[in-house]
RNA sequence: GCCCUUGUAGUUCAAUGGAUAGAACGGAAGUUUCCUAAACUUUAGAUUCGGGUUCGAUUCCCGGCAAGGGUACCA
């Protein structure tokens, strides 16, 4: 049941009988009465004036009248200005609770068999250094989108394209073969891509080292940079990598192997997943067929020097290079090939890519070149744009040392998590994995919250020091909440009570009228979540939600409450609380633990 | 230069064109014989500037200012 659909139409009717006009239901805006005013839903009149020809109050007087004197669900009305304030009748609050209480999947859809298919990309790492922090956001929207899209009924298929060929990944190649003296994650005990990256940032720092000598010998820099013999060296290697070297090959395989155990650490730790991985290692070979294939359809075009291009311009975007002069190829012919690869292996009719804002222009052009290349999804691909991770010193520069480590942040979250339960003594009693599981839970949950609770499409600030905070709009708070109703529900399950249903006599007050309507709300949420592709309203939601009900936890004794209906009305809104809180979290993969 | 995005309390974030712009952190003052005090209560404090559309604009449109990103052989 619909409440708020049934108001509007109530409303349309009454404008229809009073004013002898016909008004269309969504025209009538319906929307929660503010706490400072008396009632449950509002109508906004001022639309109407035109049709009643009298004051915004009056004809709030008037619809308000005909709606008591003819809809049975409606208790009351009041007018302030051009705002209608409805009451509801009791007992069809209850009704409504009753009603979310018995399903147990409330506001999530289940998939039909023949749902159609949307496929997301997200992560989409470089094999040659760990994830940073910019990694999590992504990897976390990539992963709660999956999650909502689902609720919203949608079949997906979680994916994620690895960089694993080209020019960086040879300097970390490179810098170990020199010198890297056979060390291994085994030998060095350290994971395996951080250990490449160590070997990254070595080539760096030396290659740094002879653009300097070269400068010194006179050169500009401009030549320094492209005549250094480490760079040299790196881009032969690639040469021979593409040439199938074997040597080359070998070690390509093996380093690469290293940072794959790494990230699947990660990954684990973060608690994300994929259904399909591809890597651009095949997929670019597929790109550069593409190409052709659209250069004899005659969709691009090739240059006197070789180098192949789209001509962009009748759809507003600009000439795009698809493969260079010496015919290697480029990130979009990648992209090209991926997209075919993927378009053979399912059936996609939605592709979403989760890739951040500073390649928004990439895609919309990515988004053409599909669509003439013939694929049926290419116009419709979205790219979900998020914001930069920006610390309090700025951008984050892995040169400059400020990137923030993703494996290391949730080390830090987890350990700190601890320390902060220790000290208020939250882990007395327990042993110790029952104390590491908690922390674990608990500091992820800080984590994952403090970022998917911001509008994905801003950048965002991360201060490593204060965001490990525990209080106020943060996981741990909502989380704390459910393992504190859960705890309610349990005392209340030893004491035999049984809350499968309230009586609809039962007198309810304006606190758990709104609590109820908060409930109520969140099959709307998760649509619209699924609509903007946006974690933030669920998390911001339950948030209101866990707030809530703190203070209604802590205005009512639940448990010692003498009259036995309103002991189960109290109990069974508590009970929803906790399953609502708990289905928003899972929509956001942050666990809700039963005690804490 | 051109294109895109973003400007809200000291700080980090909210607000389908609707009522007195909400929270949290930080600041000030309180609450534990009571189901988990990682909680609750009280208090001070904000829409970048100038126009326009509208009964009504943080929201939509135009212009200025500021920040970030992109700008064709990097990915």
């Not at 339960?421 to 110790?432: P, Q, R, T």
Request: glycine fraction near 8%.
């Amino acid at each position: 049941m619909n409440i708020e659909l049934l108001v509007a139409q109530a409303v349309a009717e009454a404008l229809e009988s009073l004013y002898n006009q016909t008004v269309t239901v969504n025209t009538v805006q319906i929307q929660k009465t503010k706490r400072e005013f008396e009632g449950d839903l509002t109508a906004v009149t001022f639309p109407f004036v035109k049709i009643s020809k009298k004051s915004p109050e009056q004809t709030g007087e008037e619809i308000g009248q005909f709606l008591v004197a003819n809809k049975n669900f409606i208790a009351n009305y009041n007018t302030v200005k051009g705002f209608l304030n409805i009451s509801i009748k009791h007992s069809i609050w209850i009704e409504i609770l009753n009603n979310i209480n018995s399903n147990s999947a409330f506001g999530l859809q289940q998939p039909k068999g023949d749902a159609d298919l949307m496929m997301i990309e997200y992560s989409s790492p470089n094999t040659n250094k760990p994830l940073h922090l910019g990694h999590i956001r992504n990897n976390l929207l990539g992963f709660s989108i999956a999650k909502i899209q689902q609720a919203n009924g949608w079949k997906v298929v979680k994916t994620n394209i690895v960089n694993d060929r080209g020019i960086h990944i040879c300097k970390s190649m490179l810098a170990w073969q020199l010198f890297g003296n056979g060390e291994t994650p085994e030998s060095a005990a350290v994971k395996g891509d951080h250990l490449v990256g160590k070997y990254y940032v070595i080539f760096d720092s030396e290659y740094k080292k002879q653009i300097n000598e070269l400068i010194n010998k006179g050169l500009s820099e401009e030549e320094a940079k492209k005549t250094a013999p480490l760079i040299i060296q790196a881009q032969e290697m690639l040469l021979k990598w593409e040439n199938g070297d074997t040597e080359i090959y070998k070690l390509w395989e093996t380093m690469n192997g290293w940072v794959y155990a790494g990230f699947e650490e990660t990954y684990k730790k973060l608690g994300v997943n994929f259904d399909k991985i591809y890597y651009e290692s095949d997929t670019y070979i597929v790109g550069k067929q593409e190409v052709e294939r659209g250069l004899a359809e005659g969709i691009f075009y090739r240059r006197t020097d070789g180098s192949v291009w789209a001509n962009l311009s009748g759809d507003g975007l600009e000439e795009k290079l698809l493969l260079r002069a010496d015919g290697t190829s480029v990130y979009m012919t990648q992209d090209i090939g991926t997209a075919k690869l993927r378009y053979a292996d399912f059936p996609v009719s939605k592709m979403v890519y989760v890739v951040g804002n500073e390649q928004n222009y990439h895609f919309q052009a990515l988004a053409v070149l599909l669509d003439k290349l013939g694929f049926a999804w290419g116009r419709s691909l979205v790219h979900f744009s998020y914001g930069m991770v920006e610390l309090p010193e700025g951008k984050m520069k892995s040169r400059e040392g400020t990137v923030v480590d993703a494996d290391d942040l949730i080390d830090e979250m987890v350990q700190t998590a601890k320390e902060t339960a220790m000290e208020l003594g939250k882990m007395d009693g327990l042993n110790e994995q029952e104390i590491n599981e908690i922390a674990r839970i608990v500091g992820l949950g800080a984590l994952k919250y403090f970022i998917l609770k911001v509008d994905p499409k801003k950048n965002m600030l991360f201060n490593p020091k204060e965001s490990i905070d525990f209080n106020g709009n943060t996981g741990p708070f909502i989380q704390y909440t459910h393992a504190r109703i859960k705890s309610v529900l349990r005392k209340a399950s030893q004491q035999n009570i049984d809350f499968g249903n309230v009586n609809k006599d039962v007198e309810i007050n304006g606190k758990e009228k709104y609590l109820i309507q908060l409930l109520l709300e969140f099959k709307n949420v998760v649509a619209q979540a699924g609509k903007e592709f946006s974690p933030a309203l669920i998390a911001n939601y339950i948030y209101d939600l866990a707030k809530e009900y703190n203070q209604f936890y802590h205005d009512y004794s639940i448990l010692n409450e003498k009259a036995d209906d309103l002991k189960i009305l109290r109990l069974v809104i508590s009970q929803n609380v906790a399953k609502t809180v708990k289905t928003g979290m899972d929509l956001l993969g942050i666990e809700a633990p039963e005690r804490m």
